[in-house]
C-alpha cells in the first residue's frame, strides 16, 4: 500500500494564525482525501483533492477556511485558515490504496493545538 | 443517508477472553463496510473490509467480522484478546456516491486487561 508522510506530526499555534499541512505520497494518485479528528471525536470528511482541479469540500467546510493545493499527483496541502482553539485536532490526510481493493491509506495525521 | 453507529464507548475484555465490538450501518445500496484502528499518537491502520461474498471476513492481527445483512450489522471479533490489541477501533462505510469516501463511526475504545 502507498506510504504516506505528513508534515509537520504536531504544533502549537497561536489563535489567529494560520498553518500549512503537508500531505507526500510515495506513489502517484488520482485521490487525496483531508480527514479532521477533533479531540475525542470520530473522523470528519473535510475535502477531497483532486490535481488540477478545486478541491471539493463536504458540507460545513469551506475554501477560505481550508484552503486546499493539489500541485501535482503525489503532494497536497491542507491550510487551517485563522485559527481558533475549535481547530485543535488531528488532521489527517488519506488516499486510495494502489491495488484498487477500496481501501484508503492513512497518514499518521497531524495534531494542532491552537492556543 | 449513510450512517454507522458503534453504540459502545469502551469495551473492556480480559486477555485471552473472545471480543467483540459492535457496529451497524445504514445505507442505500450494498454497503461497502471498513473497520480500522487507530493506536496512540499513529494514523488509522487498515483492518479488514466487506465488498461482496463470504459474510466472515478475516483481516489482519487476527481479528474477523460478520457482515450480517439481516440485522445491518458488521461487528468486529477475535476469538482471544491480546493486551496489545487495546486501541481505539472505528467502523466505517462508504458515501454511495462512491469515489471511496467513507463516512467513520464514533469509535469505540478496547481495553484488554492482563
Known amino acids: 500500500s502507498a506510504v504516506i508522510s505528513q508534515k509537520p506530526s504536531r504544533d502549537i499555534c497561536q489563535r489567529g494564525t494560520s498553518l500549512t499541512i503537508q500531505c507526500q505520497v510515495d506513489?502517484?494518485?488520482?485521490?487525496m482525501f483531508w480527514y479532521r479528528q477533533q479531540p475525542g471525536q470520530s473522523l470528519t470528511l473535510i475535502a477531497t483533492?483532486?490535481?488540477?482541479?478545486?478541491?471539493?469540500?463536504e458540507s460545513g467546510f469551506v475554501i477560505d477556511k481550508f484552503p486546499i493545493s493539489r500541485p501535482n499527483l503525489t503532494f497536497s496541502t491542507l491550510t487551517v485558515s485563522n485559527m481558533s482553539p475549535e481547530d485543535s485536532s488531528i488532521y489527517l490526510c488519506?488516499?486510495?490504496?494502489?491495488?484498487?481493493?477500496?481501501?484508503?491509506?492513512f497518514g499518521a495525521g497531524s495534531r494542532l493545538t491552537v492556543l | 443517508a449513510q450512517s454507522v453507529a458503534q453504540p459502545e464507548d469502551q469495551v473492556n475484555v480480559a486477555e485471552g477472553n473472545p471480543l467483540t465490538v459492535k457496529c451497524t450501518y445504514s445505507?442505500?445500496?450494498?454497503?461497502?463496510l471498513f473497520w480500522y484502528v487507530q493506536y496512540p499518537n499513529r494514523g488509522l491502520q487498515f483492518l479488514l473490509k466487506?465488498?461482496?461474498?463470504?459474510?466472515l471476513v478475516k483481516g489482519s492481527y487476527g481479528f474477523e467480522a460478520e457482515f450480517n445483512k439481516s440485522q445491518t450489522s458488521f461487528h468486529l471479533k477475535k476469538p482471544s484478546a491480546l493486551v496489545s490489541d487495546s486501541a481505539l477501533y472505528f467502523c466505517?462505510?462508504?458515501?454511495?456516491?462512491?469515489?471511496?469516501?467513507?463516512?467513520f463511526g464514533a469509535g469505540t475504545r478496547l481495553a484488554v486487561h492482563p
Open positions: 488519506s488516499v486510495v490504496d494502489n491495488s484498487g481493493a477500496n481501501v484508503l491509506t
Open positions: 506513489s502517484q494518485v488520482t485521490m
Open positions: 483533492a483532486n490535481q488540477g482541479s478545486e478541491a471539493t469540500y
Open positions: 445505507v442505500s445500496g450494498n454497503p461497502y
Open positions: 466487506y465488498i461482496t461474498g463470504d459474510n
Open positions: 466505517a462505510v462508504r458515501f454511495s456516491g462512491g469515489y471511496n469516501k467513507l463516512i
